[in-house]
């Protein structure tokens, strides 16, 4: 049957790669004509973060796809979670504990997260890096998110083994105010965004955020739930009309907490309960400043220096409130076994500064090259004895030891945009990182654009990337109550980056309102940093090592057609074979194929109202538990009432798909409604 199922995709994939290269040599000898309907906006958009300098998407040799603010608008979404729904080949499993971001069935962990370009400080370790970095950004103040699929480490570094997504926020060029509200299945929202205009030779754009998440249990747990505010503003000043000094500040505060039933262990033949209305509370603040100068050459080429500043605060209290039905003595002997008070404290930081800048030589040359150098640090009781200047303290009569540390990195990378007569475009690029904790890496690319014709093209690139251990992954010495066990964990400084080879080639075409695409691409990671048992230890010991291996391999096939002024459709397709290369089994929490089938609608007046419907759909979708196979009907609706009004209402999982045996597969029926208002 696998044999079998690969004949088909392999067949699938032979029919769309010929007639998109039989459009495409057809269209030669024809006009584009005026219907820019969905190919203007898919290949002629002007992408930055593939090549940190602007480019066609139809040039650049990545695959990249731009999400705008209205196309979230028409999904009603709510934050940036369901603002990402079509995002194609992206999946982001969620649970109590957030959403992972996994690009082409990658690790969460293998996906950088930038915002306006920039790192800003989170949780990095493998289980939970990005779980809440797209969650905690104001929807009301993105303008774009550009995502890059595949490896960038020869641009960005470490992290982006999987590719990139960078959240571009909104420049205060036009005076107006925005009020919203929102509710839903999984929160309630109120925001504000003010942009100043030009004020002179300023301008300014403030942003705040008020967000309660809504408690929703599944089994005996539920998930995080309580309030989130965020605030931020930036200012911009030009000193001519090409040179600007840009500030940016953010700040995020999070309280909430979760909650779980009575849980049950037998012990001497006996029930002992272990958990008794087990609460968790988690408190977070989060600053982010940043200070940039930029500007364009009289030759069309830009610069950019910036410093920056992140840091994160995480604050864990929880009790379990367990009572036992056992008599006093018995009691006192048994309950020694289990914490009912744990607390735990951890810090993030990171300042760094960079410079990049973009020249054009001649007409066929653009050379872009920068350099970066970032100091990351963490502090807490997670680290425990594990790092530098170890002390204890104490909470609540609970004692716990705290250390510290610090990682240096400093990079420098070049890129070349080569133009080969009218056809070619090559674009080689190379970065080399230096880490005080392991040493050098350096991170070569080359990938190159070949246009058929206007209408069709080829695009092919080969890659090295690399992932960094984090500060957490070397130095941890966790040791924290999780209901009625404490979980150890323990860093290894001796770890090695994780590392990926990887390759793809595309083929793309369009004919005035349609277009196609198919994409292979090939990852071979080694290194990959996991957690195992340690031996000797109890099974609730665990330590970090290099020990596996995959192979993530898959096809990307996309087609869309605009069949009038009102109505278009889209089609996507995704085959993944994702294997741990250790133990010949498949990886967890990845579907073997997926994709959707939408239709859009417009009215088209000046004040549209826009209607979007897609299904969504999983094949062997793997998860601890088992495989499952299903799909999801969504629904959106956005109507701009008049100038100033915007109301929406959106329906996933229309028809309440759901797991009782693996709650993890699907939230269930998800409902959003919401109304804006713009001055």
């Given at each position: 049957?696998?044999?079998?199922?690969?004949?088909?995709?392999?067949?699938?994939?032979?029919?769309?790669?010929?007639?998109?290269?039989?459009?495409?040599?057809?269209?030669?000898?024809?006009?584009?004509?005026?219907?820019d309907g969905i190919t203007s906006f898919m290949l002629d958009d002007l992408v930055v973060t593939a090549t940190r300098t602007p480019m066609l998407t139809k040039e650049v040799p990545s695959t990249v796809q731009i999400i705008t603010a209205e196309e979230m608008q028409n999904l009603g979404a709510t934050d940036l979670i369901s603002g990402l729904r079509l995002a194609n080949n992206i999946s982001m499993p969620g649970g109590m504990a957030g959403n992972e971001l996994m690009i082409r069935g990658m690790s969460t962990n293998h996906a950088l997260v930038l915002v306006d370009g920039k790192r800003t400080a989170g949780e990095d370790t493998s289980a939970t890096t990005n779980r809440y970095a797209l969650a905690r950004l104001s929807l009301s103040n993105v303008a774009r998110?550009?995502?890059?699929?595949?490896?960038?480490?020869?641009?960005?570094?470490s992290d982006a083994l999987g590719g990139v997504?960078?959240?571009?926020?909104?420049?205060?060029?036009?005076?107006?105010?925005?009020?919203?509200?929102?509710?839903?299945?999984?929160?309630?929202?109120?925001?504000?965004?003010?942009?100043?205009?030009?004020?002179?030779?300023?301008?300014?754009?403030?942003?705040?955020?008020?967000?309660?998440?809504?408690?929703?249990?599944?089994?005996g747990s539920t998930n995080y739930f309580g309030p989130e505010r965020f605030f931020s503003i930036k200012g911009i000043y030009d000193f001519e009309e090409n040179k600007h000094l840009q500030f940016d500040a953010g700040y995020l505060n999070v309280d909430t907490r979760l909650h779980s039933d009575d849980q049950y262990r037998t012990v001497m033949g006996m029930p002992l309960n272990t958990q008794k209305d087990y609460v968790e509370y988690n408190h977070w603040n989060?600053?982010?400043?940043?200070?940039?100068y930029s500007g364009e050459t009289q030759?069309?080429?830009?610069?950019?220096?910036?410093?920056?500043?992140?840091?994160?605060?995480?604050?864990?209290?929880?009790?379990?409130?367990?009572?036992?039905?056992?008599?006093?003595?018995?009691e006192n002997m048994l309950g020694g076994m289990y914490s009912k008070y744990d607390w735990d404290h951890i810090e993030y930081d990171m300042w760094g500064v960079e410079g990049k800048n973009t020249v054009h030589l001649d007409k066929h040359n653009t050379l872009t090259f920068g350099a970066e150098y970032r100091v990351s640090g963490a502090e807490g009781t997670r680290l425990g004895d594990g790092a530098d200047n170890v002390h204890q303290v104490v909470r609540k009569g609970n004692k716990k030891f705290y250390s510290d540390k610090e990682i240096i990195n400093y990079a420098a990378y070049i890129q070349d945009i080569y133009k080969v007569g009218n056809k070619l475009t090559l674009v080689p690029s190379v970065r080399y990182d230096h880490d005080n904790t392991f040493g050098g890496e350096i991170s070569p690319k080359l990938g190159l654009t070949y246009e058929f014709s206007g209408f069709s093209r080829i695009k092919a690139s080969a890659g090295r990337g690399f992932k960094a251990p984090t500060i957490s992954e070397?130095?941890?010495?966790?040791?924290?109550?999780?209901?009625?066990?404490?979980?150890?964990?323990?860093?290894?400084?001796?770890?090695?980056?994780?590392?990926?080879?990887?390759?793809?080639?595309?083929?793309?075409?369009?004919?005035?309102?349609?277009?196609?695409?198919?994409?292979?691409?090939?990852?071979?990671?080694?290194?990959?940093?996991?957690?195992?048992?340690?031996?000797?230890?109890?099974?609730y010991d665990y330590e970090y090592v290099n020990v596996n291996k995959a192979r993530i391999q898959g096809l990307e096939l996309e087609a869309g057609r605009k069949f009038n002024k009102h109505w278009s459709g889209k089609v996507t397709y995704n085959y993944l074979d994702a294997i741990d290369k250790q133990e010949h089994t498949r990886l967890t929490n990845r579907a073997r194929q997926n994709g959707t089938v939408q239709l859009s609608y417009t009215d088209g007046k000046k004040n549209p109202l826009t209607v979007t419907l897609w299904d969504q759909y999983f094949t062997d979708y793997k998860t601890g538990n088992g495989d499952y196979t299903f799909n999801t009907v969504n629904l959106a609706v956005n109507k701009q009432v008049n100038g100033n009004l915007r109301v929406y209402a959106a329906l996933d999982n229309i028809f309440d798909k759901t797991f009782a045996s693996d709650a993890s597969v699907t939230d269930g029926r998800v409902w959003r409604i919401g109304a804006e208002m713009t001055f």
């Open positions: 049957m696998q044999k079998l199922r690969k004949k088909r995709v392999a067949l699938l994939t032979a029919c769309v790669i010929s007639a998109l290269v039989s459009r495409g040599f057809a269209a030669e000898e024809m006009s584009q004509g005026g219907d998110v550009e995502i890059v699929r595949g490896v960038a480490s020869a641009l960005y570094g997504v960078n959240i571009i926020t909104k420049n205060p060029e036009k005076s107006q105010f925005t009020a919203g509200v929102s509710t839903g299945t999984e929160q309630i929202n109120n925001y504000y965004h003010y942009d100043s205009g030009k004020i002179g030779k300023f301008s300014a754009g403030v942003d705040a955020r008020f967000t309660e998440i809504r408690e929703r249990k599944t089994g989060r600053y982010d400043y940043s200070l940039s030759k069309g080429g830009d610069y950019r220096l910036r410093a920056y500043y992140s840091h994160l605060k995480k604050d864990n209290e929880n009790f379990n409130n367990r009572a036992s039905f056992f008599p006093p003595m018995l070397m130095y941890f010495a966790m040791h924290r109550s999780m209901g009625g066990a404490t979980i150890n964990i323990y860093g290894n400084p001796d770890l090695q980056p994780e590392k990926s080879k990887t390759y793809e080639i595309s083929l793309e075409g369009e004919k005035k309102g349609n277009y196609g695409k198919a994409t292979y691409f090939y990852n071979d990671v080694d290194n990959l940093i996991t957690t195992e048992n340690i031996p000797g230890g109890s099974q």
